[in-house]
């Protein structure tokens, strides 16, 4: 069932006329949860667009039409670091984005340089909703295999050889009393690797893709596995438990 984005209305208008005032866009897209599953009243609407030419000089012009046409309350700019190639913003439509009672309007926006062949994975990104592209440059197209599996091979060698190292860190925190790094400790060298191991055995293609998604990219039952290993009173034996569950996927993937 498509998901219903009509409280972007306005914004989805906005972008359909976006290319007449913006000649150098090529191609402009919905992805994200719209696309991929979970949409719910709270999702922002997840907008790519790739431009030929200078695609900062491009996004610049993108958001000033936002600001202009659209009731912009407020505008978070990633660093110019974070892509080397775009720009990324988070263009909030409603003052504080953390009230969730009302329906929640906020557009991450990214706008990079055309790169010499577009392609898109729809097993990672979903099917795209496609708002731009006259020229048919956007191909679905899966990911280099290799490339995943190697990754992948990499990850599961490298959870096997620190899973050792890593639970006496955790152990090492909890006997010290120091919560606050056994907490971090657990959650980056006992929760996040598992489920990286339990994503690539069951959902290879989104290997990468962390704690997101855990309700549909995962067995049923496992998010909620997941969760009591989160940060509680016993964290010793939640901790426990999570290595231990990873010694059981690593005996599978190895």
């Known amino acids: 069932m498509a998901a219903d984005l009509s409280r972007y209305d306005d914004v989805l208008a906005f972008l359909g006329r976006l290319p007449e005032e913006v000649p150098a866009l090529q191609v402009v897209v919905v992805n994200g949860s719209a696309v991929t599953g979970g949409w719910d009243e709270h999702s922002d609407l997840d907008v790519e667009a790739w431009c030929s030419g200078d695609a900062a000089a491009t996004y610049d012009a993108v958001l000033a039409l936002a600001r202009h046409e659209l009731q912009v309350d407020h505008v978070w700019e990633l660093p110019e670091a974070t892509w080397p190639d775009g720009r990324q913003c988070f263009v909030h439509l409603q003052p504080d984005a953390a009230d969730l009672s009302r329906p929640t309007r906020l557009v991450d926006l990214v706008v990079q340089t055309m790169?010499?062949?577009?392609?898109?994975?729809?097993?990672?990104?979903?099917?795209?909703?496609?708002?731009?592209?006259?020229?048919?440059?956007?191909?679905?197209e899966d990911d280099d295999e290799a490339e995943l599996e190697a990754q992948r091979r990499y990850a599961v060698q490298q959870t096997a050889a620190r899973r050792q190292t890593a639970a006496w860190l955790v152990e090492r925190a909890l006997a010290r009393g120091d919560l606050a790094e056994a907490t971090t400790l657990h959650l980056r060298l006992a929760v996040e690797p598992l489920v990286r191991l339990l994503r690539i055995e069951h959902c290879p293609a989104r290997h990468d893709y962390g704690l997101r998604y855990l309700r549909t990219d995962l067995p049923a039952g496992y998010a909620e596995r997941v969760e009591a290993l989160?940060?509680?009173?016993?964290?010793?034996?939640?901790?426990?438990?999570?290595?231990?569950?990873?010694?059981?996927?690593?005996?599978?993937?190895?």
């Open 115 to 140: 790169p010499e062949r577009l392609t898109m994975d729809t097993r990672r990104h979903g099917v795209p909703v496609v708002l731009h592209d006259p020229e048919g440059r956007l191909v679905l």
């Open 230 to 254: 989160l940060p509680g009173p016993d964290l010793a034996v939640r901790a426990r438990a999570a290595f231990a569950w990873q010694d059981g996927v690593l005996a599978r993937l190895t």
